[in-house]
Nanobody, 124 residues
Framework: VQLQASGGGLVQAGGSLRLSCAAS????????MGWFRQAPGQEREFVAA????????YYADSVNGRFTISRDNAKNTVYLQMGSLKPEDTAVYYC??????????????????WGQGTQVTVSS
């Protein structure tokens, strides 16, 4: 099973980025998918999650209203559209798959598979 995250980069504050996470070896359509992030010296934290068919989403308070998680099961891909970016959004972003659970689970231990991470840097 591989989750390949991409789309990170350097952006100015107020800008936007879209992250993608493509899966291989795993059919995402039955999994909750989530995004986490980890800034230097900090714990990996929950960002957003989407249920198996994209009908339900859940966000951390820090990104609610600015980020949107979505999925395309036909492409076996999950997305994180990030807008109104702030310097404090700077982190390595990881996608993750949860085989059994609900999209409101936010603990790292609830997720079974992880991508390698993609760096997002927001300059002020």
């Amino acid at each position: 099973v591989q989750l390949q995250a991409s789309g990170g980069g350097l952006v100015q504050a107020g800008g936007s980025l879209r992250l993608s996470c493509a899966a291989s070896g795993l059919t995402l359509s039955s999994s909750v998918m989530g995004w986490f992030r980890q800034a230097p010296g900090q714990e990996r934290e929950f960002v957003a999650a989407v249920n198996w068919n994209g009908g339900r989403t859940y966000y951390a308070d820090s990104v609610n209203g600015r980020f949107t998680i979505s999925r395309d099961n036909a492409k076996n891909t999950v997305y994180l559209q990030m807008g109104s970016l702030k310097p404090e959004d700077t982190a390595v972003y990881y996608c993750a798959a949860m085989l059994s659970g609900t999209h409101t689970n936010t603990a790292r231990g609830d997720y079974d598979y992880w991508g390698q991470g993609t760096q997002v840097t927001v300059s002020s």
